[in-house]
């Protein structure tokens, strides 16, 4: 292919081939970059490339809050912003282009919105708009109450079979449905990841909305070996997942990646001021005091601890403290050292948080390129796949699909 060639296809559509295409450039430039997001700063507080790009770090200890606020908000302005700092081969703001995915008109009923919240209605709705030509008859992939299959029976009048394995979702789906009058749409009670599952996919176009992990992936492999009509899922939860460790699709890959590294894909920055965002931030700050505290009597370098109780955290900070040194098996420190230790977590956090963004600049990449995994056995079994864009990122940042239909 020529250059041009390349390139076009690149902004078009993500079909099979600009797909398998972008999932190698990005797996090119995940490797090359690996020094600016496999090292998490709240655990290593200088990360390698701090003393490589002392510039960039400088830049970003001085950006205003709010420049900050709206680099995170924009995943292109952020890989825009780093790549015009950074020596990464191919970075750059292009590898992030997804063409929106065609849309179709749903017939809005307000009976099938009954009991859903605003923002998941209007998720629901762009989901159902991509998926319009989905035919008879569909499988609902973890329905939860089955909102997406109520709509889909109530506008499309097509059979649904909605699966989930929650029994109280699926009563509360039923009587939803029942009282909106979709009597095409059928509950079943299963574990997505059984065999009976499984024969359900055959011969069904299958919808998945936010599906996790190695529930989204089993579904994949199902779709090849059962015979599925086609199917529609969005991902999420990535690092969902049996293993420790992501085992790729694409069997040439040479990216590792662990269940920490997958939680970069999914990691959203909440920046607006409020009760719940100070919350977390004093949370992670009293953590980062600990793990200060925690340096002076250990040197075994950084090390995991299980999650904090949620009620020592309403505790004032000498009490959390002692408590978290208590279970993990160090002296708490001496009353006369907490306010010092209170002033170094704040700023561990400050450092941090800033040197995160760094890190943030990757995780669209590295999402994009899960989900271009994910087609790949789609892809290998000759299925027509398509990868877009469902809604906009302020409905959910969840907000990739991939579409897939079977070879005639
Ligand atoms: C993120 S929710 C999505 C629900 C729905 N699709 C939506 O978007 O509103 C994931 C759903 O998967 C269901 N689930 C989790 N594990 C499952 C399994 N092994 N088999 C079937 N459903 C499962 C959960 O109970 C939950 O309802």
């Given amino acids: 292919m020529q250059v041009y060639e390349l390139l076009e296809a690149l902004v078009k559509a993500l079909s099979n081939e600009a797909i398998a295409l972008r999932h190698d450039l990005l797996e090119s430039v995940l490797l090359a970059s690996q020094p600016f997001w496999r090292e998490m700063p709240f655990r290593v507080e200088r990360p390698q490339w701090v003393n490589d790009y002392p510039d960039l770090d400088d830049a970003l200890q001085r950006m205003p809050a709010?420049?900050?606020?709206?680099?995170?908000?924009?995943?292109?302005?952020?890989?825009?912003w780093l790549g015009d700092r950074v020596a990464v081969p191919g970075y750059g703001a292009d590898l992030l282009d997804v063409p929106a995915l065609p849309r179709e008109t749903v017939g809005s009923s307000l009976r099938s919105a009954w009991g859903v919240p605003g923002r998941k209605r209007a998720q629901i709705e762009?989901?159902?708009?991509?998926t319009a030509s989905l035919k008879d008859p569909v499988l609902e992939w973890c329905a939860g109450k089955g909102h997406l299959g109520r709509l889909f029976s109530l506008t499309h009048g097509?059979?649904?079979?909605?699966?989930?394995?929650?029994a109280e979702l699926c009563r509360a789906g039923e009587a939803l449905a029942s009282r909106a009058g979709a009597s095409t749409q059928a509950f079943v009670v299963a574990d997505a990841f059984s065999r009976d599952a499984a024969k359900l996919v055959s011969g069904r176009h299958v919808m998945a909305l936010h599906a996790c992990g190695d529930l989204h992936r089993d579904l994949v492999v199902a779709a090849t070996t059962q015979g599925s009509a086609g199917l529609a899922v969005s991902p999420c939860c990535y690092y969902r997942l049996r293993e420790a460790r992501y085992q790729p699709f694409c069997t040439s890959s040479r990216l590792e990646l662990s269940?920490?590294?997958?939680?970069?894909?999914?990691?959203?920055?909440?920046?607006?001021?409020?009760?719940?965002?100070r919350e977390r931030d004093r949370a992670a700050q009293w953590k980062l005091?600990?793990?200060?505290?925690?340096?002076?009597?250990?040197?075994?370098?950084?090390?995991?601890?299980k999650p904090v109780p949620s009620a020592w955290l309403s505790q004032p900070f000498a009490e959390f403290i002692s408590?978290?040194?208590?279970?993990?098996?160090?002296?708490?420190?001496?009353?006369?050292?907490?306010a010092d230790l209170l002033q170094q977590g704040e700023r561990r956090f400050?450092?941090?948080?800033?040197?995160?963004?760094?890190?943030?600049?990757?995780?669209?990449?590295?999402?994009?390129?899960?989900?271009?995994?994910?087609?790949?056995?789609?892809?290998?079994?000759?299925?027509?796949?398509?990868l877009g864009v469902f809604c906009d990122r302020k409905l959910t940042p969840r907000n990739l699909m991939l579409r897939a239909t079977a070879p005639a």
């Fill in 66 to 80: 709010e420049r900050l606020g709206a680099l995170l908000d924009d995943n292109r302005a952020l890989v825009e």
């Fill in 158 to 166: 097509v059979s649904v079979t909605s699966l989930e394995i929650d």
């Fill in 350 to 386: 400050e450092l941090m948080m800033r040197r995160s963004v760094v890190r943030l600049a990757f995780r669209r990449l590295l999402e994009l390129w899960l989900v271009c995994d994910l087609a790949e056995p789609l892809i290998s079994h000759g299925f027509d796949v398509s």
């Fill in 259 to 277: 269940r920490d590294d997958l939680h970069l894909a999914v990691t959203e920055t909440v920046t607006a001021p409020g009760r719940g965002v």
């Fill in 126 to 130: 762009a989901f159902a708009a991509a």
């Fill in 323 to 338: 408590r978290l040194c208590e279970r993990e098996g160090f002296a708490s420190p001496p009353s006369r050292a907490l």
């Fill in 289 to 305: 005091a600990f793990v200060a505290w925690r340096e002076t009597q250990t040197a075994a370098g950084y090390q995991t601890f």
